[in-house]
């Protein structure tokens, strides 16, 4: 059933490119009296004509297995009701019904017979079989994973949209040039030579402009579907793409070997030179048309692939490259110049070996050995290890909850060996040698969340496997440490806002006060700077009558105030009592995973922590006094520029 | 006909159902609106919302009750405010801190607390 509708879709997106392609060929190649040419021409058309009805036909099957997909039965793809369900009320179904009626449309128009002797009847009929069907196809993109990307699909559907219509001109196309080229090779053919060689011709320089907008529009999907690095060797989908980019490279360096040498021989003397010539160009084409066709495959099992950014990576080498790996060795600078130096040369001489023909040969030579020992040279400083969970995303948000869970966790497995605030001093660590390492430290820079979820998994040296938690507790696990990395940062940070220095992601926490909805630190970013303040009564009265005294002024600055008890008292607003009058949300639930949490950045019993609306940590005060600062901070905060992009939801 | 003219006719003809179909689908969008405003003026008049907050000041000397309260569904979203109440003895009721599910009637946005209810504590 699944290869059915697979097949379906690959004959209905086939017959839909070539359809777009025969028509610009047609256009390209112009108006001609040969009765070769005009022979060719009809036969265009009733390929075109056939391929329309397949299409259509197609369409119905692929229909039919959307059906029995959305529906998990596949009866549904016989029932007539399912159909019309998925017909008119997917977006799938409505994007099938205006493709289809465009299809049907040009079918009927295509199935007329009218008199084209006029030039411009002959460009009004040519061109709306490009229109028609270049529309039909256009529509496609709005159905495809570019019509699901957030938070604005429009760029993404244009880009495929660009990138299906230079399919259609450049793959559709080379039927047709295989027809022509045959029936122009021959005896009897030798009429429609010179208008197949300026089509030829005018095709081969449309083709490069194609293949580079196909080119340029396939590296942004691929960045946009793929979302990291990791996907593109860790997932089905980057698989494929690099599969389909594998194709493509031969198809292209087939096709350029095949033009380069035939191209200029198509005027020359017909019996000797140009009819050989041509036959073998068609030859040529048709290996190109084959490796289109296999590209088309794997375009469909593309399309139904889920996109690698909704899928964990699953790192296939043992080594992945990295800049940090590079700044974290004191001597690897020298070796990456040295041999990128050297690589660069070998580059130069590949290049000068193009223009001295002479001594083409070992200058190529020599500029690839160059090539490859400057690479051997400046790679492998950036290799560092990698697991098969390197690029996976955590699975737990970096939130106050999982953190503090995490070190709850902490405690108890880990702190022995790893010390309490993770400095590779607790009791145990004596025993080891090399003592644990300081998680503190460096690690932001060189491992990723999923190279520690590998290693809490797997163990390392001396450390056992922590295997038999749940994957939820060891991402709460890494997210902890990666909150012992932020609290390193965190003490480096000042009670006053430096301008444009925002590393620190402020751990996002949900809370509530008294029975209303929950909700997120998160909720108030790109519109509030948030004073998170950690209180303890009664020793914080004061203060807080402060900032309840200013609140009316800070609000219209663009800052909200958090009041977390830290002793996480769900009747904190009752013990606050009516005076002073306190208008800010008071945390009466949610609260001890926000203590646990940013009494780790910064321990205290009075603690204010000011988050940009970016959601980065910007100033710490743990002894506050009066209001002044705080406005200095804000007003700070306020005149700067954006500095940094939002972080986003889970550590890196 | 020629042929040019029939291809003209046609692209024409799509063109315009193109547009069409983007009017009429506006007209629709702006029909709905107006049945919305309509529908929502009908519903003026005395109405009555109740919701869920906790008091976070009694000011009986300015008339008011400050509560921060849910999303009260129809009238405004979820914030912190001054609620004026129809008796005395509401003042009374409450202190600060309490956790109350709370009613308000009047005409909008002319609207009282009628009725405050203590919440157990979850």
């Known amino acids: 059933m699944t290869e059915l509708g697979l097949l379906a879709r690959f004959v209905h997106l086939s017959a839909s ?3 777009v392609g025969s028509a610009a060929l047609v256009l390209l190649a112009g108006r001609s009296d040969r009765p070769t040419a005009l022979a060719w021409e009809s036969r265009v058309i009733a390929l075109t004509r056939a391929l329309l009805w397949l299409a259509l036909l197609a369409g119905v099957g692929v229909l039919a297995h959307q059906a029995a997909t959305l529906e998990s039965r596949g009866a549904a793809a016989f029932e007539l009701d399912a159909l019309a369900r998925v017909a008119l009320q997917t977006r799938f179904g409505h994007v099938w019904l205006v493709r289809h009626g465009l299809l049907l449309l040009l079918a009927v128009f295509v199935s007329l017979r009218c008199d084209l002797r006029q030039a411009l009847d002959w460009r009004a009929a040519r061109g709306e079989v490009l229109l028609l069907g270049g529309l039909a196809l256009a529509v496609l993109a709005a159905a495809g994973h570019a019509a699901a990307v957030e938070p604005s699909a429009t760029a993404a559907i244009v880009t495929d949209l660009a990138h299906l219509l230079a399919a259609g001109v450049w793959a559709g196309a080379l039927p047709a040039l295989i027809m022509m080229l045959r ?103 048709a290996v190109e048309a084959a490796g289109a066709l296999a590209i088309l495959g794997v375009v469909i099992l593309l399309s139904v692939a889920p996109p690698g950014r909704h899928e964990q990576p699953d790192w296939p080498l043992s ?20 041999g990128s130096q050297i690589a660069v040369l070998g580059v130069v001489a590949a290049l000068c070996s193009l223009a001295l023909r002479s001594i083409r040969l070992p200058l ?27 690029y996976q995303r955590s699975e737990v948000p970096y939130q106050a909850g999982p953190i503090a869970a995490g070190g709850r966790l902490y405690a108890r497995d880990c702190a022995s060996c790893h010390g309490p605030a993770g400095a590779g ?20 820079a060189l491992h990723t969340a999923g190279d520690l979820y590998w290693w809490i998994t797997n163990g390392r040296r001396a450390m056992p496997a922590f295997g038999h938690l749940e994957p939820d507790q060891r991402w709460s696990l890494v997210n902890f440490v990666r909150a012992l990395g932020a609290a390193e ?26 029975p209303t909805p929950a909700r ?133 | 006909m020629a042929v040019w003219k029939v291809v003209l006719l046609v692209d ?98 002319n609207l009282a607390l009628t009725g405050v209810e203590k919440l157990g504590r979850k």
């Open chain 1, 183 to 285: 029936a122009a090779s021959r005896e009897a053919g030798a009429d429609a030579r010179p208008y197949a060689v300026i089509a030829a011709r005018r095709f081969s320089r449309a083709a490069l402009t194609v293949v580079l907008v196909l080119l340029a529009t396939g590296v942004a999907i691929a960045v946009t579907q793929l979302g990291s690095f990791g996907a593109l060797l860790g997932t089905r989908y980057g698989r494929l793409l690099l599969l389909k980019l594998g194709l493509v490279g031969c198809v292209l360096a087939a096709a350029a070997i095949g033009r380069r040498g035939l191209l200029p021989r198509l005027g020359g003397d017909a019996a000797s030179l140009g009819r050989p010539a041509m036959r073998r160009l068609a030859g040529s084409v």
């Open chain 1, 319 to 338: 080594f992945r490259l990295a800049v940090s790996a590079v700044t974290a060795t004191p001597d690897a600078w020298a070796f990456v110049l040295i």
């Open chain 1, 520 to 652: 997120a630190l998160r909720d108030y970013r790109g519109a509030r700077i948030v004073l998170v303040v950690l209180y303890t009564l009664p020793a914080s009265r004061p203060r807080l009558a402060d900032l309840a005294a200013r609140y009316e002024l800070l609000v219209p600055l663009g800052v909200e105030i958090v009041a977390v008890p830290s002793d996480g008292a769900p009747d904190a607003i009752k013990r606050l009592g009516a005076e002073p009058r306190i208008f800010f949300p008071v945390v009466t639930d949610g609260a001890p995973d926000i203590v646990a949490t940013y009494g780790l950045l910064i321990p205290g019993a009075h603690t204010e922590f000011l988050v940009d609306r970016q959601g980065y940590l910007r100033a710490v005060d743990t002894a506050p006094t009066g209001t002044e600062r705080l406005l200095t901070n804000v007003q700070t905060l306020n005149e700067e520029k954006v500095v940094a992009a939002p972080p986003p939801e889970h550590v890196h």
């Open chain 1, 489 to 514: 940062g965190a003490r480096r940070l000042g009670a006053v806002v430096e301008a444009g220095r925002a590393q620190i992601v402020a751990p996002d926490f949900v809370f509530a006060v008294g």
């Open chain 1, 425 to 444: 001093d607790g009791p145990a660590a004596r025993a080891f040698s090399p003592p644990p390492p300081d998680l503190r430290a460096h690690h932001a």
């Open chain 2, 12 to 109: 024409l003809a799509l063109a315009l159902g193109v547009a069409g179909g983007y009017l009429w689908w506006g007209r629709q969008a702006d029909r709905l609106g107006r049945e919305l405003v309509e529908a929502r003026a009908a519903a003026a008049g005395p109405r009555e919302f109740q919701a869920e907050g906790v008091i976070r000041a009694v000011l009986p000397e300015m008339g008011l009750i400050v509560i921060t309260h849910e999303e009260i569904a129809g009238y405004m979203p979820a914030m912190t405010m001054g609620f004026r109440a129809v008796s005395p003895k509401i003042y009374e009721s409450v202190e600060v801190g309490d956790a109350v599910r709370f009613t308000l009637a009047g005409v909008p946005p």
């Open chain 1, 364 to 390: 190529l030579a020599g500029g690839g050995v160059l090539l490859l020992a400057g690479l051997a040279m400046a790679v492998p400083p950036f290799a560092t290890d990698a697991y098969p969970t390197t």
């Open chain 1, 17 to 19: 490119i070539v359809v």
